[in-house]
């Protein structure tokens, strides 16, 4: 049964809702765009927004890789024990591919200025160096199975996949990167979406990040005024 979800969050008017929409478990080779069509009909209309787990867009383009697949340095291991519980960074499979991706003289030099820091009472300064080093890996921990295992890696095309699900279905679409941290980020979408509204309207995390399967989110506007999920050359009359 699909519940509505009233979305109520300061910043954000009255009026906005979202509903998760439950889906099969998506596997690499997926023609996404195609399910995630199928999926909405008949729950997204024009004027509504379809957000889609970056999680799902990236493990149908395969971008994945089995954490027994990775063999972690020793920097890897210690970068990983000095890591925040919830981080990417605590798992050394997950450091093993960043310090591949940038090399260790850059991990390293980001390691010494977040001690430097944190002595001067700064927090988060290794992430803000290392950027989207970090952001473009999903560690394994809370992904459901088969993939409890896999690290997910940033989906290719964001905005090409987002494009073609519009072009699809007629609706507006957007691919996101939310957890239950009360962070959530646009990583491509079609043109006539106002970001920051989507962003916003997903702090709470519909989608959820256990075994709900539902990667799909319609957001809806019931209010009065002009739609603010789309910008405004091209927001629902």
Same mark, same amino acid.
């Given at each position: 049964m699909i519940r509505p979800l009233a979305v109520r969050r300061t910043g954000l008017p009255r009026g906005l809702v979202a509903i998760p929409v439950r889906i099969a478990l998506v596997r690499p080779g997926d023609d996404l765009a195609q399910i995630v069509t199928d999926g909405v009909r008949g729950i997204a209309r024009s004027g509504d927004v379809i957000a889609v787990s970056e999680t799902a867009v990236a493990i149908a383009q395969g971008r994945l890789v089995p954490a027994e697949y990775v063999r972690p340095s020793r920097l890897a291991y210690a970068l990983a024990r000095r890591?925040?519980? #919830?981080?990417?960074?605590?798992?050394?499979?997950?450091?093993? /591919?960043?310090?591949? =991706?940038?090399?260790?003289?850059?991990? #390293?030099?980001?390691?010494?200025?977040?001690?430097?820091?944190? /002595?001067?009472?700064? =927090?988060?300064?290794?992430?803000?160096?290392?950027?989207d080093a970090i952001t473009a890996i999903d560690g394994y921990t809370g992904t459901m199975p088969p993939y409890e295992r896999a690290i997910v890696l940033a989906p290719r095309e964001p905005d090409v996949f987002a494009g073609e699900v519009t072009r699809r279905s007629g609706i507006a679409c957007a691919v996101v990167d939310a957890n239950d941290l009360e962070k959530a980020k646009v990583l491509g979408s079609s043109k006539d979406i106002d970001r920051a509204t989507v962003e916003l309207a997903l702090l709470g995390n519909p989608h959820g990040n256990a075994d709900e399967q539902t990667p799909i989110v319609v957001l809806k506007w019931r209010g009065d005024g002009e739609n603010p999920l789309l910008q405004r050359a091209g927001r629902a009359k």
């Open positions: 890591a925040g519980p #919830l981080a990417t960074m605590n798992q050394p499979e997950s450091v093993q /591919l960043v310090i591949d =991706r940038v090399g260790s003289r850059k991990v #390293l030099y980001a390691a010494a200025m977040h001690l430097v820091g944190r /002595l001067r009472g700064q =927090r988060g300064v290794f992430y803000e160096i290392m950027g």
